[in-house]
């Protein structure tokens, strides 16, 4: 079985960290070593925007863990792109690494009640979308599969944390 | 239209903007491409290259606004979307002005983004499926219901392409029933006016002052009975084209006004002192002796010259006979599908008989003889018990030219039905104008 990084940067949610590395196993069939990275956060943050760089955050995993299979990292900064407001998470197209914000993902993002069931599900749909794409998924037009775009959190809500069956098709090619 | 068809460009002289937003779009599934300068672009820009565009605004060299207005010029299908981190909404006015599809400021929402490609795709579609649409409406009526392999026909066929397309005034001419409202339709819809309708008014079928207030319209009041405001048939047409049939039976006062309108492009409606300005193409179709009616002074000779710029003349259907199975055989496919019967085949026996009528009332009359055959044939084929009429065959032998074929076939009928002209041009499946006007032609009396 593949190894991957799970890279905890400011993730506080370490009662799901379970949840998350059965998903791996189950998804990805990869084994996750846990990583909680000494690094010097400032040169990635945007004091005019209070949020961290997704992209610049990518490529210091690479730098610094090409060794694993998979790099997934975990955050719950807000993370953005110069040109967008935010993003929910990136990744290396046909890649290795991928990051995924927990921030926006939160209910009480929302100013709703926490409700931790809600909010471990948008998780491993995000780390799924994110993962899927280090593996060459695109954007899928079937709604309910984890690759069906999400640019706000109701859409990611709707869909599901499995892969339909054409993404799961060229997923199984790996 | 998959994601894959669309061919996104990113035009942003940032480096890091062209990064992020070709990375987002990748996932997406689109083909995309950046240029960090507007040059760049004009480079190689030919129409369809590209499907949107993403144009920063304010850019070294060239603005996003002035490139906007080049690219519209090349391309005009081309979807430009303008990014600004200047939410100034001057600038983004003046795009959206200058035809931008859209415009996003810096940072962009994802959310807004997201919809703002799907939104433009959609229009994109829209617009494909609109031109598809219209690509199969002009197949559609092409030549719908024009059907003939004859070299008389094809030679009809031809005139109708070389004319089509300019706007020049035409003149059909031919006898009832060969098709010169099918004929007129087919030269409209090749036409650059075929997005305009067509509007035909049966001159033959209105006394002067009703053809009158069917060509110009009338006010309120303008007569006993006229309640509201009506347009006419002329101002109908505007754009488009208007098709006067029967036009030989237009009244020496009506030539007049009818001229008028044509020299200057405008009239006033019955009762009304406003001009109205028009703008249509004419098409005429007679099957009468113009130039007879000219020289016994009926028509007059400048209307004649201004209707008859390009003639057209339709042959009846004895003189193309090669025709008559295959249009026989439309009509039977036809009336198949509306009838919700099987196709049948005509008998030779039956296609002897159609092969050697005189057909006075031309495809009209064969289009009734096939229709009732449809009704009362049985499968597999057409008996001719099943036409509608039992005749002698022509004798091509015969002395008696065509027109004396005809004359004394509609004696006959006139006769038959105690010259009641209602029944006789029924059962010769012509209208009664029609009938009229053969009974004129061949000086017909009742005994």
């Given at each position: 079985m593949d190894q991957a990084a799970l890279i905890l940067l400011n993730f506080n949610a370490v009662s799901l960290y379970d949840k998350i590395t059965n998903n791996l196993k189950q998804h990805f069939n990869l084994n996750s070593r846990t990583i909680i990275p000494d690094i010097d956060l400032r040169k990635f943050y945007s004091e005019e925007r209070d949020q961290y760089y997704s992209t610049k955050l990518i490529e210091y995993a690479l730098l610094n863990y090409s060794e694993f299979k998979k790099i997934l990292m975990i955050t719950d900064f807000d993370l953005y792109v110069p040109v967008l407001t935010f993003v929910f998470g990136e990744a290396q197209l046909n890649g290795k690494a991928a990051i995924v914000s927990a921030h926006r993902l939160y209910p009480e993002f929302y100013g709703l009640p926490p409700n931790d069931e809600l909010f471990i599900s948008r998780l491993i749909k995000e780390i799924n979308h994110e993962l899927g794409h280090t593996y060459g998924l695109r954007h899928c037009f079937n709604f309910e599969c984890v690759m069906h775009s999400s640019s706000n959190v109701d859409e990611i809500d709707i869909k599901s944390e499995n892969f339909c069956n054409k993404c799961l098709e060229k997923l199984n090619l790996f | 239209m998959n994601n894959s068809d669309v061919k996104i460009l990113i035009v942003d002289d940032e480096q890091i903007v062209r990064e992020s937003l070709t990375h987002w779009f990748e996932e997406d599934g689109y083909q995309v491409s950046s240029a960090a300068d507007a040059f760049d672009v004009l480079k190689d820009l030919h129409p369809g290259k590209y499907d949107i565009m993403l144009v920063d605004i304010k850019m070294p060299k060239m603005s996003g606004l002035e490139l906007l207005e080049k690219v519209k010029e090349i391309d005009p299908d081309c979807i430009v979307i303008i990014i600004t981190a200047y939410a100034s909404v001057p600038s983004a006015v003046q795009a959206l002005k200058n035809g931008a599809f859209d415009y996003v400021t810096k940072p962009i929402d994802p959310d807004e983004l997201s919809h703002l490609i799907k939104n433009a795709i959609k229009q994109k579609k829209l617009k494909e499926e609109n031109v598809a649409l219209k690509a199969s409406i002009d197949e559609m009526f092409s030549?719908?219901?024009?059907?003939g392999e004859s070299p008389e026909m094809k030679k009809v066929f031809e005139l109708i392409k070389i004319v089509a397309p300019q706007d020049t005034t035409v003149m059909i001419r031919g006898e009832s029933g060969t098709g010169k409202e099918l004929i007129a339709r087919a030269i409209h819809m090749n036409s650059p006016r075929r997005y305009y309708p067509i509007i035909p008014v049966n001159c033959g079928a209105f006394t002067e002052t009703l053809l009158e207030s069917e060509l110009f319209g009338h006010e309120k009041g303008?007569?006993?009975?006229?309640?509201y405001r009506r347009k006419g048939k002329i101002e109908m047409a505007n754009g488009g084209t208007l098709f006067l049939d029967e036009v030989g039976s237009v009244s020496q006062k009506m030539q007049v006004e009818l001229l008028r309108v044509l020299e200057t492009k405008q009239f006033t409606r019955v009762g009304g002192t406003e001009i109205v300005k028009v703008d249509f193409r004419l098409i005429s179709a007679t099957n009468e002796n113009l130039e007879r009616l000219v020289e016994e002074g009926k028509f007059r000779e400048d209307l004649y010259y201004r209707l008859n710029v390009f003639t057209i003349y339709v042959p009846p259907l004895r003189e193309r006979r090669s025709d008559i199975p295959v249009l026989a055989n439309y009509f039977v496919q036809k009336f198949a599908r509306q009838m919700n019967k099987p196709i049948l085949k005509i008998s030779d026996e039956a296609m002897e008989i159609l092969l050697n009528h005189s057909w006075p009332g031309n495809v009209r009359e064969l289009e009734n003889a096939i229709e009732r055959a449809m009704v009362v044939g049985k499968p597999p084929e057409i008996k001719p018990s099943d036409l509608p009429f039992h005749l002698e065959k022509v004798n091509s032998f015969e002395s008696d030219s065509l027109e004396e074929v005809e004359k004394k076939h509609i004696q006959r009928v006139l006769s038959k039905y105690d010259w009641n002209i209602s029944k006789a041009a029924q059962a010769l499946n012509i209208d009664r104008v029609t009938l009229y006007n053969k009974i004129k032609k061949y000086g017909l009396q009742k005994n």
């Open positions: - | 030549f719908e219901g024009l059907i303008a007569f006993t009975g006229a309640q």
